[in-house]
């Protein structure tokens, strides 16, 4: 019933810049926050920024200065712009709906998306 797509992943070399997309559809009365994680070969999933339903955001300490978060409410459509990336941002990122009702009656809950590919040459 609800479905995030991500786009905007490829192949930049470092110091370049991309952007992602994430957009949620289905079934959607709420989302509280919407945001981002990665996962770098052999590596755990990380956090790398989120932002609420109000614009409150929060950002790992190694892209702060670099990745911008920002979100469509209207469109439940959340971004990252990634700029001066590094070889250490190639990962598979993924965008999560966090606390996603429904319906007035529902309890959230987080759905993650499928995970766009980011890959940064040196």
């Known amino acids: 019933q609800v479905q995030l797509v991500e786009s905007g992943g490829g192949l930049v070399q470092a110091g370049g810049s991309l952007r992602l997309s994430c957009a949620a559809s289905?079934?959607?009365?709420?989302?509280?926050?919407m945001g981002w994680y990665r996962k770098a070969p052999g590596k755990q999933r990380e956090l790398v920024a989120t932002i609420t339903t109000g614009g409150i955001t929060n950002y790992a300490d190694s892209v702060k200065g670099r990745f911008t978060i920002s979100r469509d409410n209207a469109k439940n459509t959340v971004y990252l712009q990634m700029n001066s990336l590094k070889p250490e941002d190639t990962a598979v990122y993924y965008c999560?709906?966090?606390?996603?009702?429904?319906?007035?009656?529902?309890?959230?809950?987080?759905?993650w998306g499928k995970g766009t590919l980011v890959t940064v040459s040196a």
């Open positions: 289905g079934s959607i009365f709420s989302i509280n926050a």
């Open positions: 999560i709906a966090e606390g996603l009702r429904s319906s007035w009656f529902d309890y959230g809950m987080n759905y």
